[in-house]
């Protein structure tokens, strides 16, 4: 076995104590497990580092750029567990957020180790964006053993053997590692270090499975088509690379120009749609320069398109585009008629209603074959239009706007009425994302996918309380303003859907959710998004 290179951080130091109980202080037992593992890991050859050697203070930013500098095989980060829930005493390991790769891997590895020795339980190991864990290392975990409370002189000595014996059977059996790669003719060809298993191993296109050959060692991939490609190569147990994934970019070869309304004269709403040499959508982010009749446009595609709006008075457009090094020209004649139009200022997702009749606004647009009409639109008053006599309106934003465009994740637990908070926050101009909570591990992929600014987690208890995770700001802050709206307590919670993904996370212990409730919740969203303005 090549020597390896380990890299230990004792979690916390010097100001930075971590978790305290009776007369224990995590650092000092961070400090001392990094120490044995340390001396057993250079008995058996390795090559050992710690982030800190002493009781000294250590930023996170720090840690990752000394794991970057030294790129070490494996990165372990040692803490030990507190909590303001009671979960019992259990093994905790988090791995870097991925969907498969080596640091799962070693996460389960560790886990099993940790359970067997300590003899106490494990949770299932956990996907973490903690910061410490975003480095450049292959294999990147963190490990909380156990409880302090549940502290004795032995574990130490014990955890260490488990953490040394994972170690050690995890570099037994040699996961491949991805090097490099080129493009030749309709395959993707990885170049790879260590043993792999082609029948193990699996390559993705837009999560459609293509074939994956093993010559000579290197992984050739079959180009067919389109799209993101996902490669994960394993050995004969299992063993897992880290993730290969790259964009395979489309070959334009065709494309097609929808004009609406057409009208001479009179605004119209041109769509371009994309297509590769496998005649699906091109890619999305692909720039597109356009010039109409000497007016110019910069639009990216988005599911194999753009849309943008042409306000000019002619009979003909002349289009010229470039996308991808290649230039394209069309000139397309407008139609006589008339229709009504107008620009409803602002708006991006509503209708204009007459009777049973719905005319759709795009980009801002409203085309009909009635002049009088209602508008609904999100995140706007509902207003008359009389497209005769007006062309431009400008209908006041509900809220002063203050949730538009605004991301907003909503679970729930037993209580439906959550949905109507999702509802309204929608109809007020947000992008909300609401699910009913099955498990916390799928809860939280949802909510980070999302990438939502708020969280609100709601959960039936008896005992009424808002909680919030004690390093989250504005998680504090969202907690205190739903607290002084709806008149419950706030305090801390460790539950990891409201330490794992961004912006402000609260959980709202309830009895019932009430209309009075539903109304003080959205208030107090809007409180917030009104103070970090």
């Given at each position: 076995m090549d020597k390896k290179k380990i890299l230990i951080d004792p979690g916390h130091g010097g100001n930075e104590t971590g978790a305290i109980y009776k007369n224990l202080v995590e650092k000092d037992l961070n400090l001392k497990v990094a120490f044995k593992l340390k001396d057993m890991l250079e008995k058996y050859d390795f090559e050992v580092y710690l982030t800190r050697y002493e009781d000294k203070e250590l930023t996170l930013k720090q840690r990752i750029e000394l794991t970057n500098k030294i790129m070490p095989d494996l990165f372990i980060s040692i803490h030990h567990n507190s909590s303001y829930e009671d979960f019992g005493n259990r093994v905790e390991v988090y791995y870097r957020y991925e969907e498969d790769g080596p640091s799962l891997k070693f996460a389960e590895l560790l886990t099993l180790h940790l359970e067997k020795y300590l003899k106490i339980p494990s949770r299932k190991p956990f996907p973490a964006f903690y910061t410490v864990l975003r480095n450049d290392a292959p294999v990147s975990v963190l490990v909380e053993p156990y409880y302090l409370k549940y502290y004795n002189d032995d574990l130490p000595e014990i955890t260490s053997i488990a953490l040394f014996e994972a170690i050690k059977e995890f570099f037994k059996w040699e996961y491949p590692r991805i090097k490099n790669f080129e493009i030749k003719n309709n395959f993707v060809i990885l170049d790879v270090e260590g043993r792999w298993d082609a029948e193990m191993s699996i390559a993705t296109i837009d999560n459609e499975r293509v074939l994956i050959e093993k010559r000579n060692n290197k992984a050739y991939i079959y180009i067919t088509k389109s799209g993101n490609l996902t490669v994960i190569l394993r050995n004969f147990k299992g063993f897992p690379s880290r993730i290969f994934e790259m964009k395979i970019n489309n070959i334009l070869k065709s494309y097609t120009i929808d004009v609406f309304p057409a009208i001479k004269n009179i605004p119209n709403l041109i769509t371009i749609r994309f297509y590769d040499i496998f005649l699906q959508n091109i890619s999305d982010d692909f720039e597109v320069q356009i010039n109409v009749n000497g007016i110019e446009y910069l639009a990216k595609t988005r599911d194999g398109k753009i849309s943008f709006i042409v306000e000019m008075e002619t009979e003909v457009y002349d289009i010229r585009m470039k996308i991808a090094n290649l230039e394209f020209f069309e000139s397309i004649p407008l139609n006589d008629g008339s229709i009504y139009w107008g620009k409803i200022e602002g708006v991006w997702d509503g209708y204009g209603i007459y009777e049973d009749k719905i005319y759709r606004i795009f980009n801002g647009y409203l085309f009909s074959n009635v002049p009088?009409?209602?508008?609904?639109?999100?995140?706007?008053?509902?207003?008359?239009?009389?497209?005769?006599?007006?062309?431009?309106?400008?209908?006041?934003?509900?809220?002063?706007?203050?949730f538009h465009h605004k991301r907003i994740a909503i679970i729930y637990d037993y209580l439906d009425s959550a949905y109507e908070i999702a509802s309204r926050l929608w109809f007020f101009g947000a992008n909300v994302l609401?699910?009913?909570?099955?498990?916390?591990?799928?809860?939280?992929?949802?909510?980070?996918?999302?990438?939502?600014?708020?969280?609100?987690?709601?959960?039936?208890?008896?005992?009424?309380?808002?909680?919030?995770?004690e390093m989250d700001k504005y998680g504090e802050k969202l907690a205190q303003m739903l607290s002084k709206r709806l008149k419950i307590f706030n305090d801390y919670s460790s539950y990891q859907i409201l330490i794992q993904p961004f912006g402000a996370r609260v959980l709202l212990e309830l009895k019932n959710l009430d209309e009075d409730m539903i109304r003080e919740i959205i208030l107090g969203i809007k409180d917030y998004f009104e103070s970090v303005v």
């Open positions: 009088k009409l209602k508008v609904i639109a999100r995140g706007f008053q509902t207003i008359e239009v009389d497209l005769s006599k007006e062309r431009i309106y400008k209908p006041d934003k509900l809220f002063e706007g203050v609401i699910f009913r909570y099955d498990d916390e591990l799928s809860a939280i992929r949802k909510v980070i996918d999302f990438n939502s600014e708020v969280l609100i987690f709601l959960k039936y208890s008896e005992i009424e309380v808002i909680k919030h995770y």
